[in-house]
């Protein structure tokens, strides 16, 4: 990770959930077991989206779940695939399957992005043929290279 100036950390006893310092409509759940790697992509993510962040797939699935059921879907999802129990491929997996179940298929389907330490061609056509993922990041992602990336699916604007 690069150093880089962020916001204040959430103070202790705080939800999951933050709050975007910017007016925005986007949606942004991250999935990571790495709680340092979870405030990054937090912080970092603020600024643009209301963030929802889950510490493994199991809890994304739930967030995942009660965000649709309130019709208040995500618009991305970052996810992790390194993490007990539940990997990332297995969670976006449940994620498309609880989509399907809602009716959201095509262009009304969450737009996933893995981030993984793992860069290996299984890994990768996984994240793109069974999770359709719309990009897949190594780890260590830099602040500048993941709004790269977010910027040219149009997920954040230039702001």
Do not use: C, W
């Not at 933050?18 to 925005?24: A, K, N």
């Not at 399957?97 to 990768?124: F, N, P, T, W, Y």
Request: glycine letters at 4%; a negative charge; proline letters at 5%.
């Amino acid at each position: 990770m690069s150093a880089s100036p962020l916001t204040q950390p959430p103070q202790a006893g705080k939800s999951a959930r933050v709050q975007p310092s910017l007016e925005t409509s986007m949606r942004a759940l991250i999935v990571d077991d790495d709680p340092i790697n979870r405030l990054f992509l937090e912080e970092l993510l603020s600024y643009h989206a209301e963030v929802t962040a889950a510490s493994s797939g199991r809890q994304a699935v739930e967030l995942f779940r009660h965000a649709l059921e309130a019709g208040m879907p995500f618009d991305f999802v970052l996810s992790d695939i390194m993490m007990p129990d539940m990997d990332g491929h297995q969670t976006v997996e449940k994620l498309r399957s609880l989509e399907q179940d809602h009716g959201l298929l095509g262009d009304q389907a969450v737009r996933v992005i893995m981030i993984s330490a793992l860069d290996d061609a299984k890994h990768v056509n996984r994240a793109f043929f069974q999770g359709n993922a719309l990009s897949y990041l190594t780890k260590p992602v830099t602040n500048e290279a993941l709004l790269a990336e977010l910027r040219k699916f149009e997920l954040i604007s230039d702001k």
